[in-house]
């Protein structure tokens, strides 16, 4: 695939010493760089290590990350066009030079398409593929266009950006639907679908169809409706629930629906600071935050609590946490920071969005596509540039 990435980072210590230092990273390196999909070591004679991380996601971000002992330690960037190696002193910290890294990690982007016909949107999310963009997200609503056929029309289209809704309301779909839906977007777009659900928002002109709107019916109903997901993804043909029954003795349908990725990524909603609704998140593979804090805004050190409080209770150290907002087509360097704070906070996404009706207007297309063409905010100098100052 186009676009590898090498970068190696180097110790000088004891043999002892750097494989500690690299079991160690192969359980914390994913939360550094999310898109780090594997991690191997290999000792040679006694003498030498190597420690390898491989991710994917698309020409700017395949990457390898090598430990050698030897040489003095690195902190290693991942930026549009290339990689560059930055010198530290062998005196440094193994402590402070992970923060660095966690720091200095590209924060993706993606684009919520926040309307138009299906041919208008495949337009928008073709062009966001070609401007940089990381991914591409359509809305589902009870009626309108098709956001999974949308999306395989997409995935045929494009090469690199990730895929997915924003979002699904599980609750109110069948949840063996979603799965396939969802694996034959992955089988199409090669491993670039993302599943993003939550328990669905009754505040948002909903179509009087009958489906359950008390809280608790959907909080509980999302639950088991993930599970069954994850439990069709997987291979398996029996779920039983209290709301969904799943059972088939057919082998072939899971062999040929199974997903490219070995785990295709579950972001779910998390209000925050309601723990109840944050324990889900502990079972995915992401969260995107709603805060509700005293009326208000969330604030990029709500997120650095939201991390910490995930961290404590076992999330998985890859889980990306999702911001959004709305940046201008005209000045990248205003757009970079809107978002950097986040990045720097711990955001590992940020989505672009316009939430605001009418959706479909020729204005409200005009400007999506000037939005898109301007690429995604350039946030990793400005990024660098907080962390230098100790922001």
């Not at 291979?235 to 082998?251: A, D, E």
């Not at 604030?299 to 150290?317: Q, S």
């Amino acid at each position: 695939m186009p676009g590898a990435f090498v970068a190696e980072t180097v110790i000088d210590a004891p043999f002892e010493q750097v494989w500690a230092v690299a079991a160690d990273l192969e359980h914390e390196l994913p939360a550094y760089l999310p898109d780090v999909r594997s991690f191997t070591i290999t000792r040679r004679d006694g003498e030498r290590l190597e420690a390898r991380a491989r991710g994917y996601a698309g020409p700017r971000a395949r990457f390898d990350v090598v430990l050698r002992p030897g040489w003095c330690v690195m902190r290693s960037r991942f930026l549009l066009g290339g990689m560059a190696a930055v010198p530290r002193p062998t005196g440094m910290s193994v402590s402070s030079d992970r923060h660095k890294l966690m720091a200095t990690s590209r924060m993706r982007c993606g684009f919520v398409l926040p309307g138009g016909t299906a041919t208008e949107q495949l337009d928008q999310a073709v062009l966001a593929d070609q401007a940089g963009w990381d991914g591409v997200f359509a809305w589902e609503a009870a009626y309108g266009p098709d956001p999974w056929g949308l999306l395989a029309a997409i995935a045929v289209r494009t090469s690199r950006i990730r895929l997915g809704t924003m979002l699904t309301p599980l609750p109110w779909r069948r949840p063996w639907k979603v799965a396939s839906q969802v694996a034959t977007l992955d089988q199409l777009s090669g491993g670039r679908a993302v599943l993003a659900t939550g328990i669905g928002a009754t505040d948002t002109h909903l179509p009087d169809t009958g489906e359950v709107t008390d809280l608790r019916g959907r909080a509980e109903r999302l639950d088991e409706g993930i599970d069954l997901i994850r439990e069709l993804w997987s291979g398996g043909t029996s779920y039983h629930g209290r709301y969904y029954t799943y059972q088939t003795g057919r082998m072939d349908l899971g062999v040929v629906t199974r997903p490219v990725q070995d785990r295709i990524p579950i972001w779910v909603v998390g209000v925050w600071p309601r723990p109840r609704s944050m324990r889900r998140v502990l079972r995915c593979d992401g969260v995107i935050p709603q805060y509700q804090l005293d009326g208000r805004e969330g604030a990029p050190d709500d997120v650095r609590e939201l991390r910490a409080w995930l961290a404590e209770r076992g999330a998985r150290a890859d889980l990306d946490v999702i911001a959004e907002g709305e940046t201008p087509a005209g000045d990248q360097p205003a757009a970079a920071a809107t978002v950097a704070p986040w990045a720097a906070a711990g955001c590992t996404w940020w989505l672009e969005t316009r939430w605001e009706m009418p959706h479909h207007e020729a204005d409200r297309m005009r400007q999506v596509r000037e939005r898109l063409a301007a690429g995604p905010p350039p946030v990793d100098q400005t990024v660098d540039e907080m962390v230098e100052k100790g922001v």
